[in-house]
């Protein structure tokens, strides 16, 4: 089943979904900090895409897009809709944004590592004690064949 036409643009009405749904996934919130950005408006450099399913927002992506690069900030889908092809819909998305797509994922981040490399990202390299507790992060790269 095609999942494209259920990926939009944020509106300011999705935030508060966005929020719960990274309440939900994540230890530490930074959404905020990114929608602030306007990220609904698709001419700025940080937008978020987000899944709609029966008109509510029950995943999202918000990445960095410039020139022919990507660079994903957070990706969430809110945990009893995991393994429905949501997040990996969400990436098919970005995809069309550029030629380039980095991500970065903490290194005990199991899930996230397995779910990027599903979806064709190759490890790039590991940043030692990037994160506040000195976790090594992960990055990883998709680049268009």
């Known amino acids: 089943m095609k999942r ?6 944020s509106t300011p009405e999705d935030y508060f979904m966005i929020n719960l ?5 994540f230890n530490h919130i930074f959404t905020t900090k990114y929608l602030d950005f ?3 408006n698709d001419s700025g ?7 709609r399913e029966s008109g509510l927002c029950v995943g999202y992506v918000i990445f960095n897009h410039w020139d022919d690069q990507v660079e994903i900030l ?16 969400l990436l098919r998305e970005v995809k069309r944004y550029g030629l380039i797509i980095t991500i ?14 599903v979806n064709d990202f190759v490890f790039s390299h590991r940043k030692e004690k990037y994160y506040d507790n000195n976790e090594d992060g992960l990055y990883y790269i998709w680049k268009k064949n």
């Open 74 to 89: 957070m990706i969430g889908v809110k945990k009893e809709m995991w393994n429905h092809g949501i997040g990996s819909t």
């Open 38 to 40: 306007n990220p609904h």
């Open 45 to 51: 450099i940080t937008k978020c895409l987000v899944y």
């Open 4 to 9: 494209f036409n259920k990926v939009s643009l």
């Open 21 to 25: 749904i990274e309440q939900e996934n």
């Open 104 to 117: 970065e994922v903490r290194a005990s981040n199991t899930n996230a590592i397995k779910f990027y490399e």
